[in-house]
């Protein structure tokens, strides 16, 4: 039991910590998806995924791969995700406004099925 | 042309780094031989295009740049918690808006970084660019506060402008 065994455990225990509450964050995504009413509201939770979800991933797994050229590697691929990303979801998202798909804007608060035997 | 040959510089050096460090290939004579013809190739036509200026080899400011980002990963990740709590609440209960967020200052570099700042903190994105400001979506009421827009407004100029911006 020498000191490089705990930092090895350290290390491993924060980043499989860091890779679930990445893995959460993608589901919360991918549920959000599905949830939210229109294509505008979808997109943001589309968000989530691109930005904690898998930047957490990455960090998870820098820590994973120790001081090598991999965790330059996977800090330059966090960094691209970081600037392309908000470009291709702007592209998307003025490409349907262009087109003319127009946004809901009015407060959505579906009642639940309890509510009334079953209409959503 | 002494500000372009400085700029050339760091480009060259900019790209010879993260070459290395991509392929990892310190001294392997025909490979490493490869890469500095590929990064002079590269300079080579980023200037016969005329496209290397302070916009196009931002990497004097990147001390500014790097400590908004650290700011705007915490705006990043408060967002996110509260788009996933209304995006998961058993009651889903939202109220998408549109809001107009006005840009008059700032050079194009300050722009581009304000509208991908807001792009990317869920909640909201950038819809349009338009004349005097930006077209903005909200997934709810509480994230088109104006006060905060222009809070970020103001520190991605100070970011890509410097201080006088």
Known sequence: MDIAFFIELGLDIASAALMLTGAV??????????????????????GVTDTLGAELIIIGLMLQSGW?????????????????????????ANAAYKSGLKPLLQRFRPRSPDDNGGAS | MGRRLLYGVILTLVLAIVWLL?????????????????????IYMAARFGVIDGETVPFTNLVR?????????????????????????????IKPVMTRVGVTEGSDLAKTTF?????????TVTVEVEEGGFLIHALDE????????????????RAADGEAG
């Open chain 2, 22 to 42: 991509l392929s990892g290939m310190w001294w392997h004579g025909i490979i490493t031989g490869l890469g500095v013809a590929s990064v002079i190739m590269s």
């Open chain 2, 142 to 157: 509480s994230f088109a506060d104006q006060e905060a827009f222009i809070d970020m407004g103001k520190r991605a100029t």
């Open chain 1, 25 to 46: 964050f993608l589901m919360a995504g991918a549920l959000g998806m599905l949830r939210l009413p229109d294509f505008y509201t979808r997109m943001h939770a589309a």
């Open chain 2, 115 to 123: 509208a991908n700042s807001i792009t990317l903190t869920p909640g």
């Open chain 1, 68 to 92: 090598s050229l991999v965790t330059v590697k996977l800090a330059l691929l966090g960094l691209f995700i970081f600037l392309t990303s908000p470009t291709a979801t702007h592209a998307t």
């Open chain 2, 65 to 93: 740049f790097g400590s908004y980002w650290g700011w705007l990963g915490g705006e990043i990740f408060k967002a996110n918690i509260d788009v996933v709590k209304l995006s998961l609440a058993p009651d889903l209960n």
